[in-house]
């Protein structure tokens, strides 16, 4: 099956000295992937699934896309790009009791996109894709053809975009030793094991998935067809703080540290995670100068300015003059 092209690649990769050598690393070990700068619908990782995923949707006669995800959510936003992009309906099943009266950040693009939301009460997330079949089941029954789009785009099928950016790193830094991500739904990590080998590969686990590891651990066996034990995984499971989604006082140095040695901005769920993860990891000596180290950037940013807590405490650091 052929994928569907949503972006330009490859996506840049940008080396970081100020931050590293703020961090503890030397000037030139430090890189950023930008797979924020994907381009379509404000950017971020899922695009790269997604090219898999709207394709085989296609290729099914699917005339409809419905996925799941918090308010806030990048993948449910890139769902509904993805779907204005391939002239596909979207339909979001998401918690809560209705529309906001002032819709940010994410919700505010889903609504630009025409995507339609199912708001699904006071639902635990483990109860959502059920309520995604509920709703499948439903459009089935108005005459609509659905595709349903595992949470965060993430299955073997979705993973194979990040087993090309896996190929896209080793072709721009054939000497990466290190390569940072955020956990969540397991597909990112997936791909980049596939492609670079458990040994270089460091998940950040964000909180959304109760054993990420071993979710991850099953994508990469059926992408690389042997079995990749979750016990051979890096995982760090010591940025989660109080939950998926609450704000960590760990994310707010790591976005402020990045954000003010080199410009770029991070999001508080996952990629602010990430980064603090990739700083403990360097304190701790998991990750040494000299290493060659690359942060992936899964980018996320409209959700910075959906969470109120964030802003609220990232606001509180602003300098006036005099």
């Known amino acids: 099956m052929e994928k569907v092209t949503l972006s330009s690649w490859p996506t840049p990769m940008e080396a970081a000295p100020r931050l590293a ?4 690393l030397a000037p ?3 890189r950023i992937k930008r797979d924020d700068l994907t381009g379509l619908g404000g950017g971020g990782n899922k695009v790269r699934k997604l090219e898999w995923l709207v394709a085989d949707a296609l290729q099914h006669g699917a005339d409809t896309l419905v996925t799941t995800g918090g308010p806030q959510s990048n993948h449910a936003r890139l769902t509904a790009a ?4 391939a002239g596909l309906n979207v339909v979001l099943v998401m918690p809560g009791s209705g529309r906001p ?7 505010l693009l889903d609504a630009a996109l025409a995507a339609r939301i199912v708001w699904a009460g006071d639902t635990a997330p ?7 079949e509920k709703t499948c089941a439903e459009l089935r029954g108005e005459g609509a053809v659905p595709y349903p789009v595992p949470f965060g785009g993430s299955s073997a099928l979705g993973a194979r975009g990040y087993r090309e950016a896996g190929e896209e790193i080793l072709n721009q830094q054939p000497d990466v030793r290190h390569v940072v991500t955020a ?11 596939a492609s670079l080998g458990a040994e270089r590969v460091l998940g950040v686990d964000v909180g959304a998935l109760p054993d990420p590891a071993s979710v991850a651990a099953a994508f990469a066996s059926e992408l690389t067809g042997s079995k990749v034990a979750a016990g051979q995984l890096r995982l760090r499971g010591d940025q989660v703080g109080e939950a998926y989604g609450v704000f960590y006082e760990p994310v707010l140095r790591a976005i402020t540290t990045v954000a003010r040695t080199e410009g770029i901005i991070l999001d508080p769920v996952y990629t602010g995670r990430a980064a603090a993860g990739l700083m403990a990891a360097v304190r701790d000596g998991s ?13 996320g940013l409209p959700g910075l300015f959906g969470h109120t807590e964030a802003a609220h405490r990232i606001g509180e650091t602003l300098h006036t003059y005099p």
């Open 183 to 193: 956990l969540g739904s397991g597909g990112t990590m997936a791909g980049l094991v």
């Open 126 to 132: 483990a109860e959502l894709a059920g309520l995604a």
């Open 28 to 30: 030139d070990d430090l």
């Open 287 to 299: 990750i040494r100068p000299g290493e060659r180290t690359v942060l992936l950037h899964t980018g």
């Open 82 to 85: 993805a779907g204005a992009r």
């Open 21 to 24: 050598s703020e961090i503890g």
């Open 101 to 107: 009266d002032r819709p940010g950040g994410n919700l």
